[in-house]
């Protein structure tokens, strides 16, 4: 007997939306890549490495014994010392370094709490977004882009694992739709991020306190992450065409001290896709608190992301705003056709 595609029905405000899964899953999506239209400015350079050799920062490491560098042998954010690390971070400029790692093990053991809880108590979200993507080349021959607004929606994943959430977009009717990859790169999966402090996946990570520091009047407490490859469950996906690549990330959170909750979020790729094309990638994601009107729930979820990168010879520049969140009901059921 052969199915059809399962439909969502969606109600808000008394009205139903057909959403229809259109959109492959995207969960831990770093950036699903402009497509092939994206000309090459130089094809014959991108025939057999069309990165080059991967450069190394020269810095060495804090606590050898560790070892956390990233597979390329470049040292990551855990190894790096506060000074060398603001001049790769500049909002740690203002940094307060750790004296030591005492505070650690307690720091990760909140934050994970309030990362469980915020996934365990997920509910169906939908909101406005509103998306401005940029793309150049050096010599700025090529540019491409788009400015669009969308409902984006993020959905827990019912059988999945604990950090699992579906991350898409859909029109004014409820049907998913996608910007242009024609005109530009296309980024998803920012709600997500926060699940390398899950406690079940902090073992996927070495994680290093930084110390301290100020960010927009409020005091945060500010760990650095980076994944172990060889341990890592939750690695991030890009696509460029119709080649897929699977990336690990290193990062920032800057912590609120009393509610340990994640204001501020920073992730870079650990090496470049060399079989994408994905030279680098950083995503910068600031939180805030939402508080529905149905029941008075509250979640801390994404205001604005920036996303930026180079992809073989193109830069990109992606600016994400979010606005009117609001929750919704959903009802999945799946139809059956004869033969």
């Known amino acids: 007997m052969g199915r059809r595609p399962l439909s969502v029905r969606a109600r ?43 450069q190394t920062n020269g810095l060495e490491t804090l606590t050898p014994r560790q070892e956390p560098m990233s597979p390329s042998g470049r040292k990551t954010f855990v190894d790096l010392t506060p000074a060398e690390l603001a001049k790769v971070v500049v909002e740690l400029k203002h940094l307060q370094p750790a004296a030591n790692q005492d505070m650690l093990p307690q720091i990760l053991k909140r934050v994970g709490a309030t990362v469980a809880a915020f996934f365990d108590t997920f509910y169906n979200v939908t909101c406005t977004e509103r998306v401005i993507s940029t793309v150049a080349t050096p010599m700025h021959a090529v540019e491409l882009g788009y400015d669009y607004k969308f409902n984006y929606v993020a959905l827990p994943m019912p059988g999945t694992d604990k950090v699992t959430l579906q991350e898409f977009r859909t029109d004014s009717k409820g049907a998913p739709v996608q910007p242009q990859s024609i005109k530009g790169v296309v980024t998803i999966g920012f709600v997500t991020r926060l699940n390398h402090f899950h406690p079940d996946y902090q073992s996927d990570s070495h994680f290093r306190y930084l110390g301290r520091e100020e960010m927009k009047g409020q005091d945060t407490y500010v760990v650095a992450f980076a994944q172990q490859p060889a341990m890592a469950r939750h690695p991030a996906f890009v696509e460029y065409g119709n080649t897929r690549g699977r990336v690990f990330m290193q990062g920032v959170a800057w912590i609120d001290p009393e509610s340990f909750r994640i204001l501020r979020l920073r992730t870079d790729i650990l090496q470049p896709e060399l079989k994408v094309g994905l030279q680098r990638e950083t995503t910068e994601i600031e939180y805030s608190e939402v508080t529905f009107g149905q029941g008075g729930k509250t979640l801390w979820l994404p205001r604005a992301v920036i996303v930026t990168g180079q992809l073989l010879r193109y830069s990109f520049h992606n600016r994400h705003h979010y606005s009117d969140y609001r929750l919704f009901v959903v009802k999945a059921g799946e139809t059956q056709k004869g033969p």
């Open 12 to 54: 808000q405000g008394g009205l139903a939306r057909n959403l229809g899964w259109l959109l492959a899953v995207m969960v831990c999506m770093v950036v699903g890549a402009a497509g092939p239209a994206l000309p090459d400015p130089n094809p014959a350079a991108h025939t057999s490495n069309p990165q080059g050799s991967p």
